[in-house]
T-cell receptor, first 111, second 115 residues
Framework: DAKTTQPTSMDCAEGRAANLPCNHSTISGNEYVYWYRQIHSQGPQYIIHGLKNNETNEMASLIITEDRKSSTLILPHATLRDTAVYYCIVRVVGAANQFYFGTGTSLTVIP | GAVVSQHPSWVICKSGTSVKIECRSLDFQATTMFWYRQFPKQSLMLMATSNEGSKATYEQGVEKDKFLINHASLTLSTLTVTSAHPEDSSFYIC???????????FGPGTRLTVL
């Protein structure tokens, strides 16, 4: 079962930052937070992941609260191509552990 | 790097026939692959975990005799939907585990339509 909750949908103006929240209040100490996105009728695409420190890559930034019970994915300058469903997933790294997808957040970037 | 392909990308078949879907990791070896199913406007649902050289592990409620999984090599897993019926029509997605953090790399999906 999914261990995360996300808002069902969000809108963001093109060029502005998109901030997507995720609650994972039951996260364990050895579980990482992963973010994937799925553009319509395609396979999910990896965005970023983290354990407790904030992370940044060429696609996005991940902010994890100090108690690790929630996180925020930040797309710094949203474009129309960022319109997708964004999934926040928690899992243990190192073993062959399954990903259980929640309902995700449908982000619409508006021109 | 870390590219996963699926074949076919879409298939239409008659009720009662069997359909095989291939999942390949193109530039890395994957001991573990996963199969998901996604119905319209719903999230991905994990069906099974496929381990190279051993039997697949199925999620609760997924019929192992209907969804046959074979992971014969480190780069290929196949899902066969046996005696397909219209209710099996769905988007089937595979992923392969790899990378330093055991990320999952997803294929582009296969759209199955059973008439």
């Amino acid at each position: 079962d999914a261990k995360t909750t996300q808002p069902t949908s969000m809108d963001c103006a093109e060029g502005r930052a998109a901030n997507l929240p995720c609650n994972h209040s039951t996260i364990s100490g050895n579980e990482y937070v992963y973010w994937y996105r799925q553009i319509h009728s395609q396979g999910p695409q990896y965005i970023i992941h983290g354990l407790k420190n904030n992370e940044t890559n060429e696609m996005a930034s991940l902010i994890i609260t100090e108690d690790r019970k929630s996180s925020t994915l930040i797309l710094p300058h949203a474009t129309l191509r960022d319109t997708a469903v964004y999934y926040c997933i928690v899992r243990v790294v190192g073993a062959a552990n399954q990903f259980y997808f929640g309902t995700g957040t449908s982000l619409t970037v508006i021109p | 790097g870390a590219v996963v392909s699926q074949h076919p990308s879409w298939v239409i078949c008659k009720s009662g026939t069997s359909v095989k879907i291939e999942c390949r990791s193109l530039d890395f070896q994957a001991t573990t692959m996963f199969w998901y199913r996604q119905f319209p406007k719903q999230s991905l649902m994990l069906m099974a975990t496929s381990n190279e050289g051993s039997k697949a592990t199925y999620e609760q409620g997924v019929e192992k005799d209907k969804f046959l999984i074979n992971h014969a090599s480190l780069t290929l897993s196949t899902l066969t939907v046996t005696s397909a019926h219209p209710e099996d029509s769905s988007f089937y997605i595979c992923s392969a585990e790899g990378g330093p953090y055991n990320e999952q790399f997803f294929g582009p999906g296969t759209r199955l339509t059973v008439l």
